[in-house]
């Protein structure tokens, strides 16, 4: 029996509700520690320029992160 593709959809998880898979948890947690390593490579007038102090680096990259994640979801909708 062929559903229509309306009832397809509907019985589709949707990917902001579903749980990111092995290879997205890593890649996303390689990405940070490259980020962050990257930053804390900088020297504190470089952090400066760019309007990052050293004890905000962490939050910076996961904030970062964050934004890029919830565009890719909306790029894929």
Do not use: T
Not at 8 to 24: E, G, H, N, Y
Not at 25 to 30: G, K, P
Not at 54 to 65: K, P, Q, T
């Amino acid at each position: 029996m062929l559903k229509s593709p309306a009832v397809a959809d509907a019985q589709r998880p949707i990917m902001a509700q579903s749980q990111p898979s092995l290879f997205v948890r890593l890649r996303e947690a390689w990405q940070r520690s490259c980020a962050v390593n990257e930053l804390n490579g900088l020297s504190d007038r470089h952090l400066r320029d760019i309007g990052v102090e050293r004890r905000e680096i962490g939050s910076v990259v996961d904030r970062e992160l964050a934004r890029l994640r919830w565009s890719d979801l909306a790029w894929y909708k």
